[in-house]
Structures are given as C-alpha cells and as structure tokens.
C-alpha cells in the first residue's frame, strides 16, 4: 500500500475491508519493505526505477525510514531517450525506418520510433551491462546435471552443444566469420512494419545516464526527448516541487544513482549501514536486466 496514506485514510480503508469483503485479517505494508521481504530480507536499501524517477529507501529490521529516503529525477525514460538518441546514428535502424516509409516520415515520428525501438530492446531482453561482458566458457569436464536442471541451464547447454557440432563442420572462413559477428554483438529484432532491425553494442549503453546524467543534458533540450517532468508532477496534482531537474537551467546538476544511494545510506547510523550496503535491491521494470546493481556500487 501507498506509504502516503492518513492515519484516517488506513482507518477507512480496513472497515470497508472488514465490513463490505469479510476478510479474516488485513495489514498495511510499505512497498519497500515488501520487496525485500520477497527477497528474504529484513534490512537493505530498496532502489525503486520508475518512469521518471528514482526512489531510494532505506529499510533497517524491517522499519522503513521514509525521511531518509532520496528520489532522484531520471528514470526509465531518460534511458529511452538516450538510447533512441544514440540510435540516430546507426545507419542500419535509420535505413530501416526510411526505406519503410520510402524517407517520408515526420522527424517526431522518428523520434517515436527510435524510442519505440528502445523500449522493445530493453523489455525483450537484449540489453546487458557493462560490467557482465561475454558470458563466461564453460569448465570442460563433468557437468553438474542437478546444477544445471535447477538454475534452468538446461536449454542453455543443449543449444551450446549443437552450436560446437555445427561448428565443427564449419570451414575455417565460416569460424572466422562467427567469430566477428559475435565480437560485434549484433542482435536483430522484428519491429513494427520496419521489418528486421540490427542494432550492435550501443543498446549496453541503456543504463548509462542513471549513473551519468550529464549525458541527458543535449537530449533533454526540446522536443520529444524534452519532457518538463516538473509538469508533470503538475499534471498528476503532486504538491512537491522536485529540484534539480533536468534542463530546466544552464549547469544543472543531478546526483548519479550512486552517489545518491550513498548520500541516503550515510543519513543512517553507522550500525545500520553495512546491513544495508549488503541488501542493495532494485526494483521496477528495470530489474529484468541482470546486473544494473554492479555496475556503479562495486
């Protein structure tokens, strides 16, 4: 349940539980604490990525501490945006989206396009971190088949047992030209009436204003990838006024993911930080991207 609500609210709301639903037991629980409970928790620091922002809270022995919790204002969005931007030059995705519309198309339906691109690459899956690289070779020798069949591997090696008796078979051009494209990192995607779509090893770049967000400052200009988030606060009736914006005003500065999980760890006693340094959690639609924690809390 929202952590916002009056005490008279939380009354309202359990008699309309008990009363209309006839529910044996009912609680209040802040959306924090039940992530980390989910994650057999008790104490940590909840990273929560949403659209527009971030929102960092403390949870200590299973106690939210909502003063000492930071938002900072980029989100999920901001990396849209990014990516898209980035997106312009490669000339694959840009001769992609022309020939489809025979290069007559409105540049804000580009725009739309190249985020419409970006969005689907991070929710397929095909965006990794820096920090995890190639994936690891496999030991040779005895394989683990309880190991395997538990962490759901099993397809994994099949698949990679095929692929080294395919390449046996291979010429030695054939090995030399697998070994570029997998150097290269290509990755090809169905996207609307664009047909195929490759994009290389600029889609790892996603993450990057979240723990850079000067990057943001040339795309956040106007335009499309301009959103006043300030205005939208507005529109969604929220009372705050969120400082630091991004740019609103010339030389603005946002605090980096980082250095803002750091910034509300350090508000709490030095008893409570090291439990909530080693229970760091990411939360939202972000977190299918295994690894976004490693690469600014290393």
């Known amino acids: 349940m929202p952590s916002g609500l009056s005490r008279m609210s939380q009354l309202l709301i359990c008699r309309m539980v008990f009363e209309r639903f006839n529910v044996p037991g009912f609680t209040f629980i802040d959306r924090p604490l039940a992530s980390l409970y989910a994650a057999n928790l008790t104490s940590g620091c909840v990273i929560d990525i949403g659209q527009d922002e971030t929102d960092i809270v403390p949870v200590h022995e299973s106690l939210t501490h909502h003063r000492s919790a930071f938002t900072i204002s980029v989100g999920i969005r901001d990396c849209e945006r990014y990516l898209a931007q980035i997106l312009r030059s490669n000339t694959s995705v840009m001769a992609a989206i022309g020939n489809a519309t025979h290069g007559q198309q409105h540049p804000k339906m580009i725009e739309m396009n190249l985020l419409g691109i970006a969005r689907q690459l991070w929710k397929e899956g095909h965006i990794k971190v820096?920090?995890?690289?190639?994936?690891?070779?496999?030991?040779?020798?005895?394989?683990?088949?309880?190991?395997?069949?538990?962490?759901?591997r099993e397809?994994?090696?099949?698949?990679?047992?095929?692929?080294?008796?395919?390449?046996?078979?291979?010429?030695?051009?054939?090995?030399?030209?697998?070994?570029?494209?997998?150097?290269?990192?290509?990755?090809?995607?169905?996207?609307?009436?664009?047909?195929?779509?490759?994009?290389?090893?600029?889609?790892?770049?996603?993450?990057?204003?979240?723990?850079?967000?000067?990057?943001?400052?040339?795309?956040?200009?106007?335009?499309?990838?301009?959103?006043?988030?300030?205005?939208?606060?507005?529109?969604?009736?929220?009372?705050?006024?969120?400082?630091?914006?991004?740019?609103?005003?010339?030389?603005?500065?946002?605090?980096?993911?980082?250095?803002?999980?750091?910034?509300?760890?350090?508000?709490?006693?030095?008893?409570?930080?090291?439990?909530?340094?080693?229970?760091?959690?990411?939360?939202?639609?972000?977190?299918?991207?295994?690894?976004?924690?490693?690469?600014?809390?290393?």
């Open 130 to 152: 820096p920090a995890e690289g190639e994936p690891e070779p496999e030991e040779e020798g005895t394989l683990d088949i309880a190991a395997l069949l538990v962490s759901g």
């Open 155 to 298: 397809r994994a090696l099949i698949e990679n047992i095929a692929a080294k008796r395919t390449n046996k078979n291979l010429s030695k051009a054939d090995k030399e030209r697998e070994k570029e494209i997998q150097a290269m990192d290509l990755v090809t995607i169905q996207y609307s009436i664009f047909g195929n779509i490759t994009v290389g090893k600029e889609r790892h770049r996603f993450c990057e204003p979240l723990f850079d967000p000067g990057l943001l400052t040339g795309i956040n200009a106007e335009g499309l990838f301009g959103r006043d988030v300030q205005k939208a606060l507005d529109e969604d009736s929220l009372p705050e006024k969120v400082e630091n914006l991004k740019g609103n005003e010339e030389g603005e500065i946002i605090m980096p993911l980082h250095a803002a999980v750091h910034t509300t760890i350090m508000t709490r006693a030095a008893s409570e930080r090291p439990h909530l340094y080693l229970g760091l959690l990411i939360t939202g639609d972000l977190a299918i991207i295994h690894g976004v924690c490693y690469v600014g809390f290393d």
